[in-house]
């Protein structure tokens, strides 16, 4: 008998406005950060833009259609915070408005539900002018967009994220400077506008349930995952403390739990409080209660790991990987183990049901001499992926749905256009939109359930 995943599991696609829609500047959009720093010089690769991106402003019509052709009963799409408040606050611009009106309606249309997330990164420029994250009112501000949001759309729209991988937007953005708006913020600043981001998501939370009881509320950090290269004991313990645990180092802000503790369990873990010290916000136990509201999903995006043993002293030590092992184009190890223990770990810690809100392969796809795009990368990239997670279902991890990053090729951020990670082509010149391989094999996963994945694959290397 061929496995298959449980019984109404999610089967989704995702993508974010930023990197899809385009149209710039079309009925009142207001810019973004986004906007902002790839119009500066050297900061995204060849100076891409997301002024065009996929057009998807204009065609969502047929992106829908795409989307519905998959079988995918889901899809997880982002709101451009300029294109419904240009200022951030205050007037709402019904014109942006109206194209999610339109959107939803064009998903539902076709059986696929909406799961919408809030901030996938395009913050206004207006609320940066104003002190982006750092302002303590930033979370007021989100949180009246959400409103806005959940007013609008509550009606049709019961699945919501509030805030898209804060470790990214708040680690390569205000430390590291690599993304918008490309700031190297020093450590008590980039904490500040963490905290502020948590309060944010609180607050929006509380907005979003304000205004319907049936919402559905989540979110959809970035997982770092330490996976243990072995089933010793000892290395599972060491892997699941280093995965929730809080790396050392500059790159500290890859983690879950200074994020996860607060927003689910109602504080900072004292390993991060012990560490940062008089760095922190002053008060920063008074917004606890706010910024723990509680959630009905834990939904993570998960693209690769560290893989891991654990040394005498029973801590992980990251295991260097053979000589020649496969990468992805954004040269990130394929390391499929990461959605068995991934959801293994964040639902024995957090207790929520987990959706996995990314996963997808960066490539260099073309369109081949026989007019398809024949991506094998992908689709084994998926079939071990997908293997994986029904391992962990089947093993006892509360995984509910997972969306393929991305339906179509689109703007990477700092990489501009250089890498793809649809499952459909899109011919930048044109538009055109082809399906790829991995387009089709896709929809035969979502068809059977998953009954159609190998049983015995061969041996990754
Ligand atoms: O494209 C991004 C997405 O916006 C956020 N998660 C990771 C993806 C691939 O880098």
Redesign the pocket.
């Known amino acids: 008998m061929p496995m298959r995943f449980p019984e109404g599991f999610e089967w989704g696609v995702a993508a ?1 406005a930023y ?1 899809i829609e385009g149209a710039a500047d079309a009925d009142g959009r207001g810019p973004s950060i986004w906007d902002t720093f790839a119009q500066t010089p050297q900061r995204v690769f060849h100076g891409h833009t997301g002024a065009r991106a996929c057009d998807h402003f204009h065609r969502f019509a047929e992106d829908a259609d795409l989307i519905a052709g998959l079988g995918a009963r889901a899809y997880r799409l982002s709101v451009s915070w300029p294109r419904v408040l240009p200022e951030g606050t205050g007037k709402v611009n019904e014109a942006g408005l109206g194209f999610y009106d339109r959107l939803v309606d064009a998903l539902l249309a076709r059986g696929v539900t909406p799961w919408i997330t809030l901030f ?1 990164w395009d913050m206004p420029q207006a609320v940066f002018d104003r002190g982006g994250w750092l302002n303590r009112a930033s979370a007021d501000w989100f949180a009246e967009f959400a409103a806005v949001m959940a007013d609008r759309l509550g009606d049709r729209v019961k699945h919501w994220f509030t805030i ?2 804060p470790q ?1 937007f708040l680690g390569l953005g205000h430390a590291g400077g690599e993304h918008a708006p490309g700031m190297r913020y020093a450590l008590p600043e980039v904490l500040r506008a963490c905290h502020h981001v948590l309060l944010a998501h609180g607050r929006a939370v509380s907005a979003i349930r304000a205004q319907g009881k049936q919402a559905r509320v989540g979110w959809a950090p970035h997982g770092s995952i330490r996976y243990p290269l072995t089933v010793e004991p000892a290395d599972v313990e060491a892997a699941r403390r280093a995965t929730l645990g809080i790396p050392a180092g500059d790159d500290w802000y890859f983690n879950t739990s200074w994020y996860a503790d607060p927003a689910l369990l109602g504080y900072y873990p004292e390993e991060g409080i012990v560490r940062f010290g008089s760095l922190l916000p002053t008060g920063f136990e008074d917004d606890y209660a706010a910024i723990h509201q509680p959630l009905d999903f834990f939904g993570v ?1 998960i ?1 690769q790991g560290h893989p891991t043993r654990a040394d005498e002293a029973g801590n992980a030590v990251e295991q260097p990987r053979p000589p020649g092992y496969p990468h992805t184009m ?1 040269h990130w190890p394929v390391e499929p183990e990461v959605l068995y223990w991934g959801p293994k770990f964040l639902h024995e810690r957090y207790r929520l049901p987990i959706y996995i809100t ?1 996963n997808g392969c960066a490539a260099m796809d073309w369109v081949h001499a026989d007019g398809a795009v024949h991506d094998a990368p992908r689709v084994d990239y998926l079939c071990r992926h997908l293997l994986a997670l029904r391992r962990a279902i089947a093993d006892g991890a509360d995984v509910r749905g997972y969306f393929h ?1 991305s339906i179509l090729d689109n703007f ?2 700092a990489e501009g256009y250089r890498m793809r ?1 649809g499952l459909v082509y899109v011919d930048y010149a044109t538009l055109e939109r082809i399906p790829k391989d991995s387009y089709r094999w896709y929809q035969q996963v979502i068809r059977t359930n998953g009954a159609c994945l190998p049983e015995n694959p061969a041996p990754l290397r």
Request: glycine share 0%; no cysteine.
């Open positions: 974010a990197q996938h898209n991988e990214v995006n693209y954004f990314e990053w990477e951020w990670f």
